[in-house]
């Protein structure tokens, strides 16, 4: 038997056990066969500061310090670049004081993503301090730390029953049973299936799919050094990615827990929304893939104890925040479940508690 069981192998549950089995005993129940298979695997892997909901925004913050330093430092720069229409400036200038972008000239976009159209692109605002995270890296460090502290990380246990007998929480994977005082809920777009599982109140969490496609570097240019790059209102965007581009409709369409696909017509129209804003065609895909997000009915993280069911805790609705907020998010957990007092302030703690939805 083990202290601690979290359920999800993504990175909201390894970094959640990782900072837990510095004070307990953890393992990791991975459905799949690899840790980060779903949401945490289709990634596009971007720290920037100022993307999210104020609570997101305050774990962005948080978290900063540990992906620049921890570990040897997650990040490398890559900025961001919001691009307009003509007939978008209203919508392109509340983006620029949501996310503290500066306008620049057509010219200076250009020099930063030179096959931008200047026919189509009126506005232009950067955002130097974006950058890549190692993502893969992060998740493995994550899984060292729980095995360094004498923990594990499991693959290959889908969840087939959940028990709650004598204070303790067995839990099934097909002919394997776990048992823990403490269940931690991280299961991504199956939060609320394994919530009601165990026989706790499903919150509302609703996984969205994001359809991404990979395409060759456009006119042969290298864009390695190019900014992430967004149409006003995250309508699309496109991100360099090994000498080619990723471009992503940005769609957040509800469905059912899934291992996800893309929607042929849905990435048809995002590329389309792409090709407005830049001169070359797109003329074939490298590939294409989705993942989901999953978000809360008010789209913040849910983290913290279930308020009805104390040995049973929230770790979900990360929606597309989960590596960026992953340092702050987990450590708050771990204080919440610990019984120490969070770094964050009381306001942040409460509207990112389960409590909030009573």
Not at 25 to 40: C, D, F, M, R, W
């Amino acid at each position: 038997m083990t202290d601690i069981l979290v359920i999800g192998g993504g990175i909201a549950g390894l970094s959640a056990a990782a900072r837990l089995s510095a004070d307990a005993q953890v393992t990791v129940l991975e459905a799949e066969t690899s840790i980060g298979y779903h949401a945490s695997g289709r990634s596009a892997a971007l720290f920037e500061q100022n993307y999210g909901k104020p609570t997101t925004i305050a774990l962005n913050v948080a978290s900063a310090e540990y992906h620049h330093s921890a570990q040897g430092g997650y990040l490398s720069p890559r900025g961001l670049l919001i691009v307009g229409k003509p007939d978008e400036q209203d919508a392109f200038l509340a983006d620029v004081a949501t996310m503290g972008v500066s306008r620049i000239s057509m010219s200076q976009a250009l020099d930063l993503v030179p096959i931008l159209d200047p026919a189509t692109t009126a506005f232009a605002g950067y955002h130097e301090a974006a950058y890549d995270i190692d993502t893969d890296r992060m998740l493995q460090d994550f899984a060292r730390i729980i095995r360094g502290n004498g923990g594990s990380v499991l693959t290959g246990q889908r969840v087939t029953a959940i028990t709650h007998t004598d204070g303790n929480w067995q839990v099934r994977c097909g002919n394997t049973e776990h048992s823990a005082a403490l269940l931690v809920n991280a299961a991504g777009a199956w939060a609320d299936g394994i919530a009601t599982m165990a026989g706790v109140a499903p919150i509302g969490i609703v996984p969205n799919r994001r359809s991404m496609a990979r395409i060759p570097a456009p006119e042969g240019r290298d864009p390695s050094s190019w900014p992430m790059f967004f149409g006003v209102g995250e309508t699309w965007y496109a991100k360099p990615d090994a000498g080619a581009l990723i471009v992503s409709p940005a769609d957040e369409d509800p469905v059912e827990p899934h291992d996800a696909w893309p929607d042929d017509m849905v990435l048809a129209e995002g590329l389309a929304r792409y090709e407005a804003m830049v001169r070359p065609p797109v003329t074939r895909l490298l590939s294409s893939w989705a993942g989901l997000r999953s978000f809360a009915p008010d789209r913040t993280l849910v983290l913290g104890r279930d308020t009805t069911v104390p040995d049973f805790v929230w770790c979900a609705g990360q929606g597309g925040y989960g590596f960026q907020t992953a340092p702050a998010a987990s450590q708050l957990l771990a204080d919440v479940v610990m019984g120490r007092a969070p770094a964050l302030d009381a306001a942040t703690v409460a509207a990112l508690s389960p409590a909030r939805f009573g």
